[in-house]
C-alpha cells in the first residue's frame, strides 16, 4: 500500500534493522525480519490490477520564510495522478510498474514508468547499504475509527488512522483511509506541515480509479 512519508520512513528504518540483525545473528535465536506490509496488501489480488490515485499539494510559500521567491511554487495546487499497477506476482515477491503524470496549466507532463519490487520477507528493493534512522520526535499522537466512504459509486468500508508528529516548532499531521478491498490500500490521505503554527504545505489525495486484475 502506498503509505504516508512518515510511515514510509518508519517501516523502511524498521525493516533495514530487521534484516542487518537477522544477518548478524549467529544462531536461530533471533526472529526472521519483519514480513512486508505493502507486499501482504497486494497480494491479495492478481496481476493486472491497478490503482490510480490523484494527488493535490498546496504550499503556502509565504509563510516559509527558507523558500527564496524565485524558487516557490505559483499559487495553486500542483496536481499529480500516479498511476499503480501489478505485473507480477508470486510467493516472494510482487512488482509493481508506476507512472506518474503532472498536471499543468492545460498540459500533462508524463514521467517514465518506474517499477518497484515488493519482497515478502520485508527486504527492500534499491534500498541504501548504510543503516537510515529517523529522527526521533518529540511528541508523536495517534487517534483511530472507522468510516464509510464513497469511491466510484460504491460504499467502502474503510478503517482511518491519524497521526500527529511534532519536532520541535514543526508538526506534521496526515490522516489515511485505508481498506483492504482497494489495491495498495490507501483509500484516501490528508496531510498538513504547520512551523510555528503556519502552515507549510497540505496535500489531499484520493482514488478515482481501480480495477481488479482476473
Same mark, same amino acid.
Not at 530487521?18 to 491479495?44: C, I, K, R
Not at 498538513?192 to 484520493?206: D, I
Given at each position: $500500500?502506498?503509505?504516508?512519508?512518515?510511515?514510509?520512513?518508519?517501516?523502511?528504518?524498521?525493516s533495514?534493522?530487521?534484516?542487518?540483525?537477522?544477518?548478524m %545473528?549467529a544462531?536461530?535465536?533471533?526472529?526472521?525480519?519483519? /514480513?512486508?506490509?505493502?507486499? *501482504?496488501?497486494? @497480494?491479495?489480488?492478481?496481476?493486472g490490477?491497478?490503482?490510480?490515485?490523484?494527488?493535490?499539494?498546496?504550499?503556502?510559500?509565504?509563510?516559509?520564510?527558507?523558500?527564496v521567491? %524565485? $524558487?516557490?511554487? /505559483?499559487?495553486? *495546487?500542483?496536481? $499529480?495522478?500516479?498511476?499503480? &499497477? $501489478?505485473?507480477? #506476482? !508470486?510467493? !516472494?515477491?510482487?512488482?509493481?510498474?508506476e507512472?506518474?503524470? !503532472?498536471?499543468?496549466?492545460g @498540459?500533462?507532463?508524463?514521467?517514465?514508468?518506474?517499477?518497484?519490487?515488493?519482497? *515478502?520477507? +520485508?527486504?527492500? @528493493?534499491n534500498?541504501?547499504?548504510?543503516?537510515?534512522?529517523?529522527?526521533? /520526535?518529540?511528541?508523536?499522537?495517534?487517534?483511530?475509527?472507522?468510516?464509510?466512504?464513497?469511491?466510484?459509486?460504491?460504499?467502502? &468500508?474503510?478503517?482511518?488512522v491519524?497521526?500527529?508528529?511534532?519536532? +520541535?516548532?514543526?508538526?506534521?499531521?496526515?490522516k489515511d483511509? #485505508?481498506?483492504?478491498?482497494?489495491?495498495?490500500?490507501?483509500v &484516501?490521505?490528508?496531510t498538513?506541515?504547520?512551523?510555528?503554527?503556519?502552515? #507549510?504545505?497540505? @496535500?489531499?489525495?484520493?482514488?478515482?480509479?481501480?480495477?481488479l +486484475?482476473?
Amino acid at each position: $500500500m502506498r503509505l504516508r512519508p512518515t510511515l514510509s520512513a518508519a517501516i523502511l528504518g524498521s525493516s533495514l534493522l530487521g534484516t542487518s540483525l537477522f544477518v548478524m %545473528a549467529a544462531d536461530d535465536s533471533h526472529p526472521p525480519p519483519p /514480513p512486508n506490509p505493502e507486499y *501482504a496488501q497486494w @497480494s491479495h489480488f492478481k496481476p493486472g490490477t491497478y490503482v490510480t490515485l490523484e494527488r493535490k499539494v498546496f504550499e503556502h510559500g509565504e509563510n516559509n520564510v527558507g523558500v527564496v521567491e %524565485a $524558487m516557490a511554487h /505559483p499559487p495553486g *495546487a500542483a496536481v $499529480m495522478r500516479i498511476n499503480t &499497477k $501489478m505485473v507480477d #506476482l !508470486d510467493k !516472494d515477491k510482487a512488482v509493481l510498474e508506476e507512472t506518474r503524470i !503532472d498536471l499543468g496549466d492545460g @498540459s500533462e507532463t508524463q514521467m517514465p514508468a518506474d517499477k518497484v519490487t515488493l519482497f *515478502a520477507n +520485508g527486504q527492500i @528493493s534499491n534500498a541504501s547499504d548504510s543503516l537510515w534512522e529517523p529522527s526521533k /520526535p518529540q511528541t508523536v499522537k495517534a487517534t483511530e475509527g472507522d468510516e464509510d466512504l464513497t469511491v466510484m459509486g460504491n460504499k467502502l &468500508k474503510t478503517h482511518w488512522v491519524e497521526t500527529s508528529i511534532k519536532i +520541535g516548532n514543526e508538526v506534521s499531521t496526515a490522516k489515511d483511509w #485505508l481498506s483492504d478491498d482497494v489495491p495498495g490500500g490507501l483509500v &484516501k490521505e490528508e496531510t498538513k506541515k504547520t512551523w510555528n503554527g503556519k502552515v #507549510l504545505v497540505e @496535500s489531499a489525495t484520493k482514488v478515482i480509479d481501480y480495477k481488479l +486484475g482476473s
